[in-house]
């Protein structure tokens, strides 16, 4: 693609990216409350866990929290290619990795980069296509960031990442509330192996 | 007898246990039921498909090998990095196992993924004998899945190897069912005017070759872990669950076209190794290659898993359902491609004395004839408007180029990104130009013009870094198989390029792909088509020198076996 048609279409990704930011904050709201939780205060922190990002899987796969509860998360990505982490419900992970296939396919997101220059061109009218979600960072291999994240009650969360096709393949790990983890009878993880001819 | 069917549930009782490092392998004579026919075949353990052979990457097997036949036979581990002399190929690596006995395999695995094995003795593999195999990493898997199913396919057909090389030889055309008929051809002159209909069929005749080309061998029943479509394969699944599934094409000659509809697939590996995951809805399994994919199941339905071969002649299908006895719909198969003048570019015309013609040894285009060709013709010919897809590893407007029944996703080549690189890239150290070429008419396949009986070894040296230059100077899609070492495939993606160990070359077009030369020894290198392989379309390869190996000599030696 030219560099003249990249451009004509970037106005249409910020919509785009933009969009699917508020769908992810504030969609949840209709239904009553931050169904995903909110941003949290540093004062509120009781906790920080370690997230670490591999190729393509985390370390853990699994975490539990409290409702109420603010906890910060120490994300370090580890493995050699990009990846996001995410939290939010399986709906609006799909919804993001709509987005994000659009990011691959204009150039901005590359396997092992992200071109910070085209994600943070401005459009002339405040936008840009920067992905900076309060509830996601979207990191390069060896990047490490915080996200402090207030879980204002129980809810059906998984932390994700939306870079096509690495959630499909197994990259996101599930939300335990403890007051629901009885209630939660997910068959998930390690694989069973068996082969059937 | 006794003795046999003694052994045969021995097998079935003992070995292949997971990650036991010694196993028992039996060549037998079997019944293949397709659902459409039985046919006496060739299997292991007495069952074709043979079993799936688990390996731990990291251990040491040992695998015995007890010929039962009466005739020689040979297994090649098909994608493994092993001794040369390990490797299975009669008259490169080893002389071949007689009948009666027992020879003994033994050698580190030093991968993990999706493989398989076959013989490599005459025409033993589509005859049914092949198998698959399974790598645990030494880690964990890089992914998250509930399940794992094998998907194997092969188009089993009702003639055995020796009588369908016979009968190609005979009339290249043989199993070509779907030839253009004179109604075609007056339905096309309708369309296109008598005059224009004629040259295009004196223009296709003049190359020996048809547009329906696409398929040597028609006729076919496409098998699912050796079951037909009416036998329905099915592999179950609980709703919610992520199941992964290794696809391998095991045929002698089909490449299949394999979608699951409602289903996306994220494909993670390719020819057993890691790639960074590609979501897609369909995608183009060529001969000997394998693809694993992971499918997210959220529906307590039935899914078929639906293989159309590339030409279209067959078929293979199976279900994913949450019970057995569940099916879904069995979509109905597409039309056929024709080949089109994009296709045929790369093949060398003459116009002059057809008596004369031999693709290989025509290094040279006859420009004075080319001059000849009416272009206004082509225009008018299936060149494809702007609809038609674009991939760099088809010809501009070729006749192949896929596209999803839905209208979503093919994978394509230029998707497959290593997930972590093996070798440090660097400039190879030379290129070696291999022209692929035939003589549809003769059915003689051969590279450079040469055939496997009359070539030369390619001499590598250990250590050099190897770029291979394929231009096909024919019409069929061959898929070029390097043993022992890694076919690097050009994508374009630098240290990222894909590491495998068949690469597919379509009609018409040029692919590089580049080998760490790692592995000393002799080594085969063929088309995988089995009967292009076995007329021709071969070489060994001599690795000299090496970190403790004797220098090879490079010359050839004995038997030359080693077809498909």
Known sequence: MNQFLKNALLPAMVLAISSGAYAAGKHDGHHGGNAIGEPGKEEDVSRTIDVTMLDNYYEPESISVKPGETIRFRVKNEGALVHEFNIGTADMHEAHQEEMQMMVEHGVLKGDRIDHEMMEMDMGNGHSMKHDDPNSVLLEPGEAREIVWT????????????????????????????????????VRGESESESVQ | MNKCILAVVLAGLMPFQVFASEYDISVDRVQIDTGDFVKEGIGYNGASPGPVLRFREGEEVTINVTNNLDEMTSIHWHGLILPFEQDGVPGISFPGIKPGETFTYQFPIVQAGTYWFHSHSGFQEPNGAYGAIVIEPEGREPYRYDREYVVQLTDKHPHSGDRIMRNLKMSADYYNRQQQTVGDFIDESGEKGFMATLRDRMMWGDMRMMKMDIEDVQGFTGLINGKGPDQNWTGLFKPGERVRLRFINSSAMTYFDVRIPGLEMTVVQADGNNVQPVNVDEFRIGVAETYDVIVHINDEKAYTIFAESMGRSGFARGTLAPEEGMTAEVPDRRDAPLLTMADMAGHVM?????????????????????????????????????SLPEDPFYANGSGLIPTAANGGKFLSYQDLKAQKPLYEDREPTREIELRLTGNMERYEWSINGIKYEDADPIVLQYGERVRFKFVNETMMTHPMHLHGMWSILEVGEGKWNPLKHVVSVAPATTVYMETEVDAPGQWAFHCHLSYHAASGMFRKIVVEGGPDSPVADGKQSGNQGGES
């Open chain 1, 151 to 186: 879980f204002t009650k129980a809810a059906d969360l998984e932390f994700a990442c939306n870079v096509p096709g690495h959630y499909q393949a197994g990259m996101y790990g599930d939300i335990e509330f403890e007051a629901t983890v009885a209630a939660k009878e997910r």
């Open chain 2, 350 to 386: 003459d116009h002059g004395d057809m008596d004369g013609m031999d693709h290989g040894e025509m290094t040279d285009m006859n420009h004075g004839d080319m001059k000849g060709m009416d272009h206004s013709d082509m225009e008018g010919m299936d060149h494809g408007g702007d």
